[in-house]
């Protein structure tokens, strides 16, 4: 007998992208003709998660329902949550709204070039080990440093990849670990995978992503996504 199991995305698109210095959040900037979260939108809409939660800014909860969800027909969009002041509050909001899921795909509304493949993969992987992220090797030699700006060490570039999203745990894991984090007033978070290892003590399975799947935090990083888009056959014809 088939074993029946739920997946739910959340897609994280709260941020207000100060570094790109514009009026418009940057998951709302023109990007081929598209605002930046219809890409991840589209991708996990055309996969095989049953649903999505999208968390937004208080402010553009409105402008997503009805300029992006309802305009380009998103089915799978469950509901659109309001986010909190940092990443990781946002993500528990997406989290308390996704109750009743077996797995979750959490994934940067900033990171349009993501594949179909890469959410495949990921639901693949998490059902098998529980806990993974796509991720890509470094390239560069990375250096860890002081206080002073000297570097200290180098650790062997073999070791090393550059973590992306989508990140994918199952359910009832991140929930426990979510608690146990706020339980311990931890705010030295940069991503889910560390609230993973740190509260639950559990490892997370690295997976390829792609040097595609970029995060825009820059105007340049708008040029080389179009690029990309236009590589990975992403980009249709205005609805």
Known sequence: MKI?????????????GSRMQTE???????LCGKPVLYYS????EESTVDDIVLVTGKDGMDYCKKNIV??????????IVQGGSERYWSVKS???????????LIHDAARPCITK???????LEVENSGACTV?????DTIKIVDENGFGIETPPR??????QTPQSFRYSDIMEAYYKMEQADDRDITDDTMIIERYLGKKTKIIWGSYYNLKITTHEDLVVAETFLKKIKKVVDME
């Open 41 to 44: 939108l589209k991708c996990f």
């Open 70 to 79: 309802e305009r380009y027909r998103f089915q799978k969009v469950k509901c």
């Open 94 to 104: 997406g989290l308390d709204a996704a109750r009743g899921t077996d797995y979750v």
């Open 24 to 30: 418009i959040p940057k998951q709302y900037l023109d």
């Open 158 to 163: 073999n070791c090393l990849w550059q973590v």
């Open 4 to 16: 029946v199991r739920k997946i739910t995305a959340i897609i994280l698109a709260g941020g207000k």
């Open 117 to 123: 493949e890469m959410v495949e993969n990921s639901i």
């Open 135 to 139: 991720g890509i090797p470094a390239k």
